[in-house]
């Protein structure tokens, strides 16, 4: 069964430097995506950064990229130069590929970052 | 464009009413979803579908039910709130025959207290 795991309750981090957001998920299933999302304050769910299980190299989107190591099954969200708008709650998600079709998207507990100026 | 419109924002409701969180998505997407988020507990699937006339639990369906008559709807109702009840519910919704790195779209959300 899929399962995500995210350790980290809540994180900070000094504005301008990096910062790593853990993530650990199991599935029997070869083909996967994984997914982060940010929830700032207001509550919305933003769409961040996507890594396919058969892709080669680590996703990149602007300041954000997943350092994602298979047979650890890890999906790290690297945050570079951090800002203050970055303050917000993160989620790991993965979505499996079973016969043919997409299946549910299973979500993390998240990872409340904080950002200090 | 609309997105996935979810209503209302915000709702009270006394231990025992009932009420229909609706949901709507304008992208022609095949899979619609409920979630709640508590503290702590992440977001939780309470409900899914993959198409008019068909739907399946999640992680969390006691009190729940859904239905989805058409592509674009996917209402979830509450047929006796209870307090444990009270959470923030998103609606989601995304492609499904797909390839596995389809997005899912969220509503805005809609934060429900019973009380």
């Known amino acids: 069964a899929q399962k995500i795991t995210q350790t980290q309750p809540g994180m900070f981090v000094q504005e301008k430097e990096a910062v790593t957001l853990d993530c650990t998920y199991d599935?029997?299933?070869?083909?996967?995506?994984l997914f982060w999302y940010k929830q700032p304050s207001s509550g919305e769910m933003i769409f961040l950064i996507y890594?396919?299980?058969?892709?080669?190299q680590n996703a990149t989107e602007g300041r954000y990229s997943l350092n994602f190591q298979k047979a650890r099954k890890s999906a790290n969200l690297v945050i570079s130069a951090s800002q203050l708008g970055d303050s917000a709650m993160y989620f790991c998600?993965?979505?499996?590929?079973?016969?043919?079709?997409?299946?549910?998207?299973?979500f993390g507990t998240g990872t409340l970052l904080a950002v200090q100026p | 464009n609309a997105g996935v419109t979810q209503t209302p924002k915000f709702q009270v409701l006394k231990t025992g009413q009932s009420m229909t969180l609706q949901c709507a998505q304008d992208?022609?997407?095949?899979?619609m979803s409920w979630y709640r988020q508590d503290p702590g507990m992440g977001l939780r699937l309470i409900h899914y579908?993959?198409?008019?006339?068909?739907?399946d639990q999640g992680e969390v369906p006691n009190g729940y039910n859904v239905s989805r008559s058409t592509t674009e709807d996917f209402p979830l109702r509450l047929l006796s709130a209870a307090p444990s009840q009270t959470s923030v519910y998103f609606c989601?919704?995304?492609?499904?025959?797909?390839?596995?790195?389809?997005?899912?779209?969220f509503g805005q959300g809609t934060r429900l207290t019973v009380v």
């Open positions: 989601a919704s995304s492609y499904y025959r797909g390839p596995v790195n389809t997005e899912a779209f």
């Open positions: 599935t029997s299933d070869p083909s996967y995506g």
């Open positions: 890594q396919g299980s058969y892709d080669q």
């Open positions: 998600a993965m979505r499996e590929k079973i016969g043919g079709a997409t299946n549910k998207l299973i």
């Open positions: 992208m022609n997407h095949e899979y």
């Open positions: 579908s993959v198409g008019a006339g068909i739907t």
